[in-house]
């Protein structure tokens, strides 16, 4: 387990620091991890252009990521839409 979650701020750290080493393409590897980490609906999103947002990283970190599924359940309570994200924080993520 502790070696996944090595394995996983790893690659998280890459994307963070050498985010040209690696061209966008559809699908491919990082398409690939990410719809493995955060599911297919991040996967399409990253395919389209869509960067993923910091509270969707924060999902891959054991134990913390319960931190923002509650936190993602009460804007989804809240009824915030994408638009309202997209506003917030840019049309990069949203």
């Not at 559809?26 to 991040?42: A, E, K, P, Q």
């Not at 809240?78 to 993520?93: E, I, K, V, W």
């Amino acid at each position: 387990m502790k070696a996944i979650a090595i394995l996983l701020v790893a690659i998280m750290a890459l994307f963070a620091v050498a985010p040209g080493a690696m061209a966008r393409e559809n699908g491919g590897l990082v398409g690939g991890i990410i719809g493995c980490c955060f599911g297919v609906r991040s996967a399409a999103a990253y395919n389209d252009g869509k960067d993923l947002h910091w509270r969707e990283w924060g999902r891959i970190i054991p134990l913390a990521e319960i931190v923002f599924v509650v936190w993602d359940a009460v804007d989804g309570m809240n009824g915030l839409t994408t638009a309202d994200f997209a506003s917030q924080y840019g049309s990069n993520y949203y």
